[in-house]
């Protein structure tokens, strides 16, 4: 079972801001799971984005 993260802990782990975090979904780079109304983000493929987001800013 595929742990699932929420944006407010997407936003939380990566300090980044909520259009951060929307802005990577527009482009391909997180895949959001609906839930309902709420989004949520695969844990695995979090950490994948967060460290390449860090890479490409340092």
């Not at 780079?29 to 979090?46: M, Q």
């Amino acid at each position: 079972m595929k742990q699932l993260e929420t944006v407010k802990s997407v936003r939380q782990r990566g300090a980044v801001g909520h259009s951060t975090v929307y802005r990577a979904i527009q482009r391909g780079e997180l895949a959001p799971i609906k839930i309902g109304r709420s989004t949520r983000f695969d844990t695995a493929e979090v950490d994948r984005w967060l460290s390449g987001a860090f890479k490409a800013e340092g």
